[in-house]
């Protein structure tokens, strides 16, 4: 009963727009603790009604892009539009301990001190897709909380940050003239998933090369098959120093939001979203459910010393766990 009521007081909270129970509310559905599961999942549940009327947009680009100091930039010019900007930043985690420097806040330091902003940094936690476990829920919470504009920075990790097109309604992909990307990246799956492309940093001496730059990927883009919307990406310059660039890719983006809303596309985009996050979270829970189950961890030790001496291929031990708990039989010898 008493967590019943503090869940209550968390959700009124939420719903207020505080941003400590945000950030708490966060925390609850990122917790990998079994008790808190059935009250995160409720949490969702009721702010559902209250959510998908945000603008959600993805930021991508390699590591020192300048993808945090861009998000600062335009993250201001959201707000000062009258708008209240959430920013997801996802860190990489370390593949040794899990850890994560989560240092993307500090990069947006103007938008940090925005009573219109909330910035919540995040490690992917081992996930792959450039996104973290959880950021699908985490958007929800923070569009209840009367978010209308999500930005979500991914870790910069190339082709497989594609899951962030299935959470989103627009891609920017950030590039950095002579960095090999306004080429070669056409070979890469995330060039396809953009809707936008700005150049970063385009100021000073480095002004016409990069302008060449734009020239020239502009030329290559329409080899690639357009986006589900009919529309190649334009190619923006842009510079979070001087502020160069902003404002328009602030309204190149809003327009195009406008016309997938006006055209329907915005709500089908949704609507597929939905569909492949509830198959996600079958096979997350499945796979959940194989590690925890305690016949498999039984057998585990024992089959990874087979396979670990040779005496079984690693396809054979696996097809024994898979046998073992959905039959609950002990496996073959």
């Not at 010019?77 to 708008?83: D, K, R």
């Amino acid at each position: 009963m008493e967590r019943t009521l503090v869940d209550e007081q968390l959700f009124e909270l939420l719903r207020r727009g505080d941003r400590a129970a945000l950030g708490r509310a966060i925390t609850l559905v990122e917790s990998d603790r079994a008790i808190d599961a059935p009250i995160a999942r409720a949490l969702i549940e009721r702010c559902l009604p209250d959510s998908g009327n945000s603008m959600r947009v993805g930021i991508t680009g390699i590591p020192g892009v300048g993808k945090s100091t861009l998000i600062d930039a335009l993250g201001l010019e959201l707000i000062n539009a009258g708008h209240r900007v959430a920013v997801l930043a996802i860190d990489p985690s370390s593949a040794r301990n899990g850890g994560s420097i989560l240092g993307d806040k500090t990069r947006m330091e103007h938008l940090a001190q925005a009573s219109a902003a909330f910035i919540r940094p995040t490690p992917t936690g081992g996930t792959l897709g450039g996104v973290a476990r959880r950021t699908q829920e985490t958007i929800v919470l923070c569009e209840a909380a009367g978010y209308d504009r999500i930005l979500i920075e991914t870790v910069g990790v190339g082709q497989s940050e594609l899951d962030v097109d299935r959470m989103t309604d627009l891609n920017v992909l950030l590039l950095i003239a002579g960095a090999g990307d306004e080429l070669q990246g056409i070979k890469r799956g995330i060039m396809e998933a953009a809707d936008l492309i700005a150049f970063t940093k385009a100021d000073g001496d480095a002004t016409a090369r990069i302008e060449l730059a734009r020239r020239e990927l502009k030329n290559a883009l329409t080899l690639l098959p357009p986006r589900d919307s009919g529309r190649h990406p334009d190619v923006l310059l842009t510079s979070a120093i001087t502020g160069d660039g902003i404002a328009e890719l602030r309204d190149q983006i809003e327009a195009l939001h406008q016309e997938d809303v006006r055209t329907g596309r915005a709500a089908q985009r949704r609507h597929e979203q939905n569909l492949f996050w509830m198959h996600r979270s079958m096979e997350t829970a499945l796979l959940s459910a194989l590690r925890n189950d305690a016949r498999v961890s039984a057998a585990l030790p024992e089959l990874e010393r087979a396979v670990r001496a040779g005496l079984k291929s690693p396809f054979q031990a696996a097809a024994e766990l898979l046998d073992l708990f959905r039959t609950g039989g002990a496996p073959p010898p």
